[in-house]
């Protein structure tokens, strides 16, 4: 019988400003496809046809305690990817010790600042969703999936995905 790997510590970082000790929960970003079924002449049945990335998948929210006058400064971002966000959580086995990094990277800008409710005495939870363009799954130092929606990148285990269909465009 074997252990799963579990999160044990993490922390987040936005712009390189570490919030070691302030961030209260990370929801790291969904992986889906966009799937259409398509049923031609002479199929017995529907396929799903896969259209690329779902496109529910580019949001990730995080809370933080208190307030961030940074967080504040950076809503209204005009571009895409003005704002990078970097997970960095350690997982570790129960039955063998043995530890992994996993390392999520984002690259967006604010949809939402929460400030959640203030009572005096009471505890206070800033919540943040930040829609990305640009993502890095890293586990271990292997990048196993990054996504430039941009620029047309797709990559899966080192796979891009997308690298014929650039070509054949032109790019």
Known sequence: MALPK????????NEGNSYLGETGEVTLPKLGRKFEKWRGGGMNGAVDVDFGLDDAITEMSWKLGGIDPL?????????????????????????????????????????????????????????????????????????????DIPNLVEKVNGEDLLKAHRKNIGL
């Open 71 to 147: 967080v504040i400064r950076q809503f209204g971002v005009t571009s895409v990817s003005g704002i990078g966000l970097r997970f960095a959580g350690s997982y570790q086995r129960d039955d063998t010790g043995e530890t992994s990094a996993v390392e999520v990277v984002v690259r967006g800008r604010h949809q939402e600042i929460d400030f959640g409710n203030a009572k005096s005495g009471d505890d206070t939870e800033m919540t943040i969703k930040t829609i990305w363009s640009y993502y890095k799954l890293t586990i271990d130092g292997n990048v196993e999936v990054e996504i």
């Open 6 to 13: 579990k999160l044990k510590l993490m922390n987040l970082f």
